[in-house]
Each structure stands twice: as structure tokens, then as C-alpha cells.
């Protein structure tokens, strides 16, 4: 990943960063609960209308899944990222629902760098998925590691 263009240093307290867009459709959330998550509001419209979500919902973790893909196409995916040793907190705010178009952001709230380990620091990050309604859906906080952009030139 030489050609990346976010490394650890570009990654400053308070700096927002993107997700792409995402709607979602009935067939995908079926589809993944039917595989990961067969609860019937999942799987269903009229279970889903008559459960507390108001209709057919996406599973948290499909919701957690899509970020995920909306984080990657959004900037991950430009960055240095060593990938990452865990989420500290996720949260689903409210449901989302078939036709629902997703967005958000990323905010750097924190990053050092290593001492174990030369030319990698870690940022932290809150993470907040909204709807097309502006409500927050998902919100989600973890470090990535990443690395520095002079530690390129120690491993060439």
C-alpha cells in the first residue's frame, strides 16, 4: 500500500472523514438474516411491522456489516490501515428499514503512536451512520492501526 493517501499523520484530532452512501434494500436484509440472523422482524414485513422496529429491519449486524463496506469505499480504503484490535463500543440507535439510504462519518478522536511497534500508530475513532432522515442509526467506536508515512521509506 505505498500508494496510499492517508497515513497515521494525516490523521489529526477531530478531522472527519466520509462514508459512502449505501441504500438498502428488503432482499439483502432478508438475505442476510436468513444466513446470520433469522429473527422473524428480519425475515419478515407484516413480523416486522408488528414487532417494536415498525417494519422489516435490517439485523444490528448487517447494519454493523454495511458500515463496514461504507467505511471501506469511503476512506479506509485510501489509508495505511494495519487493520484493527477491536471495536471499543457499537450501538444501534434505531432501525433500519427496507428503501432506507445510509451515509456518515468517521471523526479521529485520538491517536499515538507505538512504542512496541515502530511505524505504526493507532487512531481511535467514533464512527456515526445515519439515515436518510439524518437520524443516527449506528454509532461505534475503535482504534485502527495505521501506519506512518516515514516508515514507508524504512522498509524500502
Not at 428480519?42 to 463496506?69: K, V
Not at 467514533?126 to 437520524?135: M, W
Amino acid at each position: 500500500m505505498t500508494d496510499a493517501a492517508y497515513y497515521f499523520e494525516d490523521f489529526s484530532i477531530g478531522r472527519v472523514f466520509p462514508l459512502a452512501s449505501k441504500s438498502v434494500t428488503a432482499d439483502e436484509m432478508v438475505e442476510f438474516a436468513a444466513e446470520f440472523d433469522p429473527q422473524p422482524m428480519h425475515l419478515d414485513e407484516a413480523a416486522g411491522r408488528a414487532s417494536i422496529l415498525g417494519g422489516l429491519s435490517a439485523s444490528g449486524w448487517h447494519t454493523a456489516s454495511m458500515f463496514m463496506r461504507m467505511m471501506f469505499d469511503g476512506w479506509l480504503s485510501s489509508s495505511s490501515s494495519e487493520g484493527s484490535p477491536g471495536i471499543e463500543f457499537m450501538e444501534w440507535k434505531k432501525p433500519v428499514l427496507a428503501g432506507d439510504t445510509l451515509s456518515g462519518r468517521s471523526t479521529v478522536l485520538e491517536s499515538r503512536s507505538l512504542r512496541s511497534r515502530p511505524g505504526i500508530g493507532i487512531v481511535k475513532f467514533l464512527h456515526e451512520v445515519e439515515n436518510q432522515r439524518g437520524e443516527i442509526v449506528m454509532r461505534g467506536e475503535n482504534p485502527i492501526m495505521m501506519r506512518l508515512r516515514d516508515a514507508r521509506e524504512d522498509a524500502a
